[in-house]
């Protein structure tokens, strides 16, 4: 299946309409192998959305289970697509996110899993965030 059919079987699933500004962003984040700020997603767009278009576009997609919202070190806001397995009643982003020093880009490391903690009676987790922070692959290969 091509990225366009993708995009719009994704997007009617969600329940969402197909607009130019939604596969703009699906296309943007799915060439990048990092998560992208809202800065960065306005740069690219230019003029194609304004940014209340794009943080509207951004709200939707997280609520769907689209993409999911990662902190970095500065409190920026940067996106990436969720899992396959992820919808508007379970995000399934409990994985490590590793935040580089060096090119400042934070990237999912999907494959090393949050453990769930154990908490207090009462209490109930209601989503999981951690972040690592050193340097990348490809930073490290580069002052080798």
Sequence with gaps: MDKATHFDDLLVKSGLKRTSARLQVLEILSNK???????????VMGKD???VTLYRVLQAFEEKGIIHKVLDSHGTANYALCADGCNAQHHQDEHVHFDCNRCHKIYCLESVKIPVPK???GFKIGHL???ATGTCA???EQSN
């Excluded at 192998?33 to 740069?43: F, G, H, R, V």
């Design 49 to 51: 959305a304004d940014r």
């Design 138 to 140: 490809a930073c490290a």
């Design 33 to 43: 192998n990092s998560a992208t700020s809202q800065p960065y997603l306005e740069q």
């Design 129 to 131: 965030n951690l972040i």
């Design 119 to 121: 908490v207090p009676s």
